[in-house]
């Protein structure tokens, strides 16, 4: 799996310019956009705090859940792997001595860590410049939850990559997905601002570490203990949609004719 991930690096160095505009040009312009949303929204607001939290508290925040809602983003490797489902591209690679699962999670998780090690400055520079709340020594287990997170994103990618072997146009769902955990992650907004029971849900559900928990940890909304509750939601996630995943990808390999390229 390691060599899966150095392949993605490698794509990644090939095309340069790609690489910049993905790592730093393209946060850069999400950053600035949600920096002004946020200034809006106080702006036309009375008050100086929301839910006992000030201004520079809500631009920290929604900096963070722009850059990690990036991270945890799939799609473009879903896609990938429901058009080898599809397209019978998929035989190339049953036939290695590495599962699909492991084939597509390696390059993955390797894009990402590239990813990440570049494009994290965007958040961190306008944080220290524009002098916003964030407690960098929290950032190793904050990274160390969204990296576990991303094993269940890869694994809920895989099982709709399962069902291209019995539906068409599965990408449908993918964008249905999409819109989805843009609510649920806590990226639109953070979770906690939600009106019970909503709010106990939503925060209790594995997707909330794909932006609320990191992100209120990074920013004092959240203690340790958020963390450790994310990792055991993840947890009990990465069983269920496994298992779903495993399920579908076994019934459809055994349907599967193999004529395709």
């Not at 520079?56 to 991270?71: D, K």
């Not at 690679?93 to 990402?112: C, D, M, V």
């Not at 590239?114 to 709340?133: A, H, N, Q």
């Not at 399962?162 to 990226?187: C, D, H, P, Y």
Request: net charge neutral.
């Amino acid at each position: 799996m390691f060599g899966c991930a150095r392949l993605a690096v490698l794509q990644q160095f090939e095309y340069r310019v790609n690489f910049i505009t993905d790592a730093i040009i393209q946060p850069t312009i999400i950053s600035l956009v949600e920096l002004t949303l946020w200034l809006a929204f106080f702006a036309a607001t009375a008050g100086p705090t929301l839910a006992g939290f000030g201004r520079e508290t809500y631009l920290s925040y929604a900096l963070w859940a722009a850059f990690i809602a990036r991270i945890t983003a799939s799609w473009n490797y879903e896609m990938r792997m429901i058009d080898d489902v599809e397209t019978g591209a998929v035989n190339s690679i049953l036939t290695r001595p590495i599962s699909f699962y492991e084939f597509y999670l390696g390059q993955f998780l390797g894009y990402k860590l590239l990813i990440t090690s570049v494009s994290i400055f965007v958040p961190g520079l306008l944080c220290w410049v524009m002098d916003l709340p964030v407690l960098f020594d929290r950032l190793p287990a904050a990274l160390a939850l969204i990296f576990y997170y991303l094993i269940l994103v890869h694994t809920i990618s895989v099982l709709l990559a399962s069902l291209g072997f019995f539906l068409n146009r599965i990408q449908s769902v993918t964008f249905a997905k999409n819109i989805v955990l843009w609510m649920l992650t806590g990226e639109l907004f953070p979770l906690d601002l939600t009106p019970e029971p909503f709010r106990s849900v939503l925060i209790s559900l594995p997707f909330s570490s794909g932006a609320f928990r990191p992100v209120g940890y990074l920013t004092g909304r959240l203690d340790f203990s958020g963390i450790l509750e994310g990792f055991v939601s993840v947890t009990v996630g990465l069983v269920v949609f496994g298992s779903l995943a495993a399920f579908f990808w076994n019934a459809g390999r055994r349907r599967y004719s193999g004529t395709g390229a």
